[in-house]
């Protein structure tokens, strides 16, 4: 999953899960339960499925899917599940939900009834924030998550019990999907069955304004598409160049990875403003949601040319190579994160890595990414009272957090700080094979075990990561990992910059990405010299110790006055730019909850921003690890 263009996330489902053994009364059926599911009323927010499920008489518990995997945290849209309505031979059959366990309801099945029948809706009205339970509904597409219709008997693994799906669209909507059809009826279309897991690792979009665009049309198996759906007939207008991008993309990550793990894949791609912007992986597909404009918008396209590439690389690291806390045999299993930096981690270094490799970035737009993340994680006092091992055990708390205080409380850091650890292995991997080797031969064998193959999931624990990186180049990773992992130092490792030919560097020149931000969120990112940013003139977050933080500005304030004029974000720039050749300090007016304060900042040394600077007198490794290693050279486009 990636998440960092996203906003806060509405808080997810209960927390504290506990385990329910099922009830033996469902048998272990060979057939499959029938999901028919109807989008029809997707466009007013409510979806509409019908079940049919083998029984037999006794008592039943049928369980909603709760951990939802990508998601890392119990995150089961059960608050937005209606309309539950069970019936056997047309008498209604009462249940009870369970009194600790709200993802699992309760019946007794009649005798003589072999076939149960349930009526169920999704509310589909979330805000536009969160995850596949976000916002994911207009006017003129969905995309649909099918653990929001699922119910399947409590105790069954997932690959155990079969579905047949189908799916019914309003009229001249179209759909993509890793599903296989069978066939249609009308507007309806029906698929082959697959087990529940497959099921839900294979989500639909549908759409009025949809496009299937071929990639990469050499590769003869598999075979890759763009499935595009957008709020307007505009937005799907991808250029060439860009199109050519995303099949550099599919090239450039077979190269990489030596493999494919998938029959076909399929990019489901949204371009919305209406719906939650994230992107969760899948074996066969991803989901992947931007803002409508992304093609029209160079800023936007910036801020979200890494998401593809991630959420890609999950088919093989994430998906296919699993650690083994988060393979779990069912929905309703509890994950365990602790190797979130490597699945998340990895997955951060190789997809940017990879949107350089293909030309969706620039090789200095990579470097503007990576500085701007850098400086982030190098800003974060929360580090010296928690690990980057405990955010990745903490995970399923902190994806639904308010973004407040985040450099105090820490966040999802195993992304960006798990991208730099993996640049320093990475350039250390280079430097002790004297340039034999590097981590494109761990992503080979690690990521590409086995070679081609359907998807399948091969878990792994700690030590095998060591021993596959030992195997590659010869070292105590185990003693290096753990040292990064467990550290409370109150700085970022950036080894892998300063072994990669660069130094992180402060300037007032813009970064892009600060400028790309700034320019979307209506802000000012003032993070790194007064210790504050804003979006629509509120403050969005402080950093703890910065001169903000110490003159007593707080995140939600709404900054009014600047030096006594009405605030704009320009007169803030010019404010911080002007105090270096002034002794006064920075005097804002700020609003608290209809409460006026004035607050001085004593700062004077301009405007600063993040960049990687070349250092003469080291090989450019970081220049190596961004050159294809498949595809020609291609020409900057953004
Ligand atoms: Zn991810």
Not at 13 to 34: T, Y
Request: with cysteine.
């Amino acid at each position: 999953m990636r998440s960092k263009t996203a906003g806060p996330v509405k808080a997810g489902a209960g927390l504290f899960l506990f385990f329910f053994l099922s009830f033996p009364a469902l048998a272990q059926s060979v057939a499959a339960i029938k999901l028919e599911l109807d989008l029809t009323d997707a466009p007013r927010k409510i979806l509409h499925a019908h079940l049919v499920i083998p029984v037999q008489p006794g008592p039943l518990t049928l369980v909603y899917p709760a951990w939802i995997p990508g998601e890392h945290s119990p995150s089961g849209p059960i608050d937005n599940f209606a309309g539950l309505v069970f019936t056997a031979n047309g008498r209604n059959i009462p249940w009870q939900r369970d009194d600790v366990n709200m993802f699992a309801f309760h019946m007794t099945v009649p005798d003589g009834v072999t076939v149960l029948e349930a009526g169920v809706d999704f509310l589909a009205t979330a805000a536009a924030t969160g995850f596949s339970a976000g916002a994911s509904t207009n006017p003129n597409l969905a995309v649909v998550a099918w653990n929001e219709v699922a119910l399947y008997p409590a105790g069954t693994p997932a690959g155990e019990v079969k579905f047949a799906p189908s799916v019914k669209l309003p009229d001249g909507w179209k759909l993509g999907t890793a599903l296989a059809s069978t066939g249609a009826d009308g507007t309806t279309t029906h698929f082959e069955s697959v087990p529940l897991d497959t099921l839900v690792d294979s989500p639909i979009l549908a759409g009025r304004f949809f496009k299937e665009i071929p990639l990469a049309p050499n590769i003869i198996s598999p075979k890759h598409f763009l499935d595009v759906a957008a709020d307007g007939p505009e937005d799907l207008n991808l250029k060439d160049d860009e199109i050519s991008q995303f099949s550099n993309l599919v090239v450039e990550a077979g190269a990489l990875y030596q493999s494919h793990h998938y029959n076909h894949y399929n990019f489901l791609f949204t371009l919305s403003d209406s719906v939650a912007h994230f992107g969760l992986e899948h074996h066969q597909s991803s989901d992947d949601r931007v803002d409508a404009r992304t093609f029209l918008d160079d800023d936007l396209k910036l801020i979200n040319g890494g998401l593809l590439p991630h959420e890609f690389t999950h088919s093989w690291n994430g998906k296919y190579r699993r650690p083994a806390g988060l393979a779990t045999p069912n929905f309703q299993q509890p994950m365990k994160g602790e190797l979130l930096w490597v699945y998340e981690g990895l997955t951060e270094y190789f997809g940017d890595v990879l949107t350089a490799r293909s030309g969706i970035w620039s090789a200095e737009q990579y470097r503007e990414m990576l500085a701007l993340s850098a400086a982030e994680m190098d800003h974060r006092p929360g580090r010296t009272w928690r690990s980057l091992q405990d955010t990745a055990t903490a995970a399923q708390l902190l994806y639904s957090t308010s973004s407040e205080w985040d450099n105090w409380r820490r966040s999802v850091d195993y992304y960006a700080e798990g991208e730099l650890i993996w640049l320093e292995v990475d350039t250390m991997i280079r430097t002790l094979s004297k340039g034999k080797r590097s981590l494109n031969d761990f992503a080979g064998r690690f990521l590409g075990k086995g070679g081609d193959t359907p998807p399948a999931v091969v878990p792994y624990e700690f030590a095998d990561v060591c021993a596959q990186l030992s195997d590659v180049a010869p070292f105590d990773w185990r003693h290096f990992l753990e040292g990064r992992m467990s550290s409370k130092a109150p700085h970022a490792p950036l080894n892998g910059i300063a072994n990669g030919g660069y130094k992180l560097e402060y300037s007032d020149q813009a970064n892009d990405f600060a400028h790309a931000f700034e320019t979307r969120d209506h802000g000012v990112n003032a993070w790194y010299s007064l210790g504050f940013r804003t979006a629509d003139e509120a403050v969005r977050d402080v950093l703890v110790d910065s001169p903000a933080y110490k003159a007593g500005l707080g995140p939600g304030m709404k900054v009014v006055a600047i030096n006594g004029r009405k605030a704009t974000d320009e007169l803030l720039h010019n404010a911080i730019r002007d105090a270096k050749t002034s002794k006064e300090p920075i005097e804002l007016i700020v609003e608290n909850a209809n409460f006026f304060k004035v607050v001085k900042i004593d700062y004077h040394e301009g405007e600063r921003y993040p960049h990687l600077v070349r250092q003469a007198n080291t090989p450019a490794l970081l220049d190596e690890i961004l050159k294809p290693m498949a595809t020609p050279p291609v020409k900057k486009s953004i």
